[in-house]
C-alpha cells in the first residue's frame, strides 16, 4: 500500500510539473500581445464628485496620486469652475452653479511631458436638496472622528 500511494504521489507532482512549464512558443510571424504600461502615479479621480450650493469643495492633488513627494510634479486642471492652488483645486458653487461640470487633471514633469490624466464630473446640487428626508449615517474613522470632530460638523450640515 505505502509503494502504490508514493506512486500516485509522484504521478501527480510529475503531473504538476508538466503543467507549470512555460507554454509552447508562439508560431514565427505571430507578434506578441503589447503589454500596457502601468500607471507609474496610480491617478485615482472618482467618476463623480458631489458639490452643495454654498459648500467649499476641493481635490487635493496629494489625495489623487501614489508618489511619495508630489513638489516635482506639475498639476493642471482643465474645468469650467472653480480655481486651481499649488496643492489643490477649490470650488465655491453658487445657485447659478447647478448641473454637470467636468474636470480634467493632468499630471505632468517639469518639461511639460504628460504622466496622467483622469476626468470626473462635478455634480451641483442645490442647497435645499434632501430636505425633509430622514437620514441614517454611520461614521467610521480615527480619533477626531472618536471626538465628534467630522460627526459634529455633519450634523450641523445635515441640520
Known sequence: MPRLFAAILLALCL???AFAQEPPAAEIGDAPAPVPEPDPLRLILPPDIYA????EANV???????APDTRGLIFDVDCAK????NERWQFLPVAE???DHTLTLKVLTPAMEV???ASTTIHVVPAEAGAGESLSLLCVGD???HASVYPAELWTLFG
Open 15 to 17: 503531473a504538476t510539473v
Open 52 to 55: 452643495v450650493v454654498g459648500q
Open 60 to 66: 487635493y492633488f496629494d489625495n489623487v496620486v501614489l
Open 82 to 85: 472653480g480655481t486651481q492652488q
Open 97 to 99: 452653479d447647478v448641473g
Open 115 to 117: 504622466l496622467s490624466e
Open 143 to 145: 480619533s477626531l472622528t
